[in-house]
């Protein structure tokens, strides 16, 4: 209550704006606001003994950490760019900073939390996570009352640039496109059929998502049909409602984009494979703002001339039907998230198999669940002693959503060998308590929740991108 006044006076009272304030200060990068971790502006430390000031400390953090996605032409979301605007909304941005009790839980979104029991892969891509110090030193500006300081020690700084997609043989495609009625605020999930008009065996290396209205546009996830079944889903509208996947057999992930994410471009010589008379979909998760938005998302495809000498592709692992519900991957079966349970844990076991001569390696992890998830963490075991963490979320978001992208020659991303021991582990609340699932249920509809892909069913899923040489 205390900060609605400030907030109200920065966002001139607009509801939009305050929505995203509390929703959104600081995945993005899918989500890393576009940057590569590697930027070495991100760790300006430039504390004057007088203590931290707007110009010479909170300015750089704020320029490189956030104004990728909040700056003054971003159409999808409220500027961060001057010291009003930032000194007003100080505690909430650092409460989004540090990690809130309430969604989004982390700004920038990547969710990835580096532990003692978790150590870091040390290879993404799109990570803006603020350090330690940069926290320590935005609190400090906050207690000191937020001063703005002497221009004259404004310090210079890089705002992170969006990558284009590059190369030959890139080919844009269109979805037919949709209109979000006026009134309507709940979140809606649309897939768009593409065809890219294949008339022979095809490979991709790189995909680049346009969105066509970043006002309602959440994010975007990119399927392979391989049997081209979501011509016949989407009918004479070319579009049809999927929570939750495309709805074809046989279709996998092939990338996932929010505000702010860099396009996908595969580690050299390699490529994802789609048959003649395949298809693509395009899954459009919409965030209505009431009123009538129109939206036509493009697509950037890259189709290199040279058929690559490296296969790549995402494989599911873990629960996401039905059938799985009974799976003796289950450390404890039968999969069920008791109604009322604040604190419910399952864990999916599988031993990974790599024929031999086969070199495997990991281009990307893609973790899922739904409502009722608050966490999940996905690693290797390796003999006795050996373990790769590949992804730790203690608080898991269902509106911020991400693949989390490795970049590196082909011989430094991680390897996969045979034998090791995949385990997902996943964390769920199935109470009142839960404020994601409480934006969709009232606590009279709470229900035992089982596996699938409806709304409130559950999933706990591992989707790893893996290339390997053909």
């Avoid at 210079?156 to 605020?185: H, N």
């Avoid at 199935?430 to 969709?440: G, Q, R």
Wanted: hydrophobic letters at 35%; proline letters at 7%; one cysteine or more.
């Amino acid at each position: 209550p205390r900060l609605e006044g400030k907030i109200d006076d920065a966002t001139g009272g607009n509801m939009k704006a305050l929505f995203i304030v509390s929703a959104a200060v600081g995945l993005i990068g899918p989500l890393g606001c576009g940057a590569k971790g590697d930027d070495t502006s991100t760790n300006v430390e430039t504390s004057t003994p007088e203590g931290p000031t707007w110009y010479s400390d909170i300015q750089p953090i704020i320029g490189v950490h956030c104004q990728g996605c909040h700056s003054e032409t971003a159409e999808f979301t409220f500027p961060l760019t001057d010291y009003e605007t930032i000194s007003s909304l100080a505690p909430v941005l650092l409460d989004k900073m540090e990690g809130s009790s309430e969604p989004p839980y982390l700004m920038p979104p990547f969710a990835h939390v580096s532990s003692d029991e978790c150590e870091d892969l040390g290879l993404w891509r799109d990570d803006l996570r603020l350090s330690e110090d940069q926290l320590t030193l935005f609190g400090e500006w906050i207690d000191a009352g937020t001063p703005e300081g002497d221009p004259s020690t404004e310090v210079e700084f890089i705002i992170p640039d969006v990558d284009k997609l590059e190369g030959e043989g890139i080919v844009r495609y269109s979805t037919s496109g949709a209109t979000i009625e006026a009134g309507a605020y709940e979140d809606q999930y649309i897939c768009f059929s593409v065809d890219p008009e294949l008339d022979e065996d095809g490979w991709f290396d790189g995909i680049e998502v346009h969105p066509g209205n970043k006002n309602i546009v959440h994010h975007v996830v990119v399927f392979t049909d391989p049997e081209g079944e979501s011509e016949a889903l989407g009918g004479e509208s070319g579009s049809y409602p999927c929570f939750g996947g495309a709805k074809v057999s046989n279709s996998s992930i092939a990338y996932v984009w929010a505000p702010g994410s860099q396009p996908l471009s595969l580690v050299e010589d390699s490529g994802t494979y789609l048959k003649a008379g395949g298809r693509l979909v395009v899954q459009m998760h919409y965030h209505p703002n009431g009123s009538e938005e129109t939206d036509q998302t493009e697509l950037s495809i890259r189709w290199p001339t040279q058929t690559p000498s490296r296969w790549a592709g995402m494989f599911v692992y873990g629960a996401v039907a039905e059938s799985h519900a009974d799976s003796n991957h289950w450390v404890d079966p039968p999969f069920m998230v008791p109604e009322g349970a604040a604190e419910h844990t399952e864990v999916w076991e599988e031993v990974l198999v790599v024929p031999d001569g086969f070199d495997v390696r990991l281009w990307g992890i893609f973790p899922h669940m739904h409502l009722a998830g608050t966490g999940i963490n996905i690693r290797i075991e390796r003999g006795d002693d050996e373990e790769l963490c590949l992804n730790n979320i203690p608080a898991w978001d269902f509106e911020w959503q991400r693949s989390y992208l490795l970049e590196g020659t082909y011989e430094e991303l991680p390897r996969v060998y045979d034998g090791d021991k995949l385990i997902i582990t996943c964390t769920y609340n199935n109470s009142p308590s839960n404020p994601t699932l409480m934006d969709y249920v009232d606590e009279d509809s709470l229900a035992d929740i089982v596996v699938g892909e409806e709304s409130f069913d559950e999933m706990c899923t591992a989707i790893l991108g893996v290339v390997l040489k053909l």
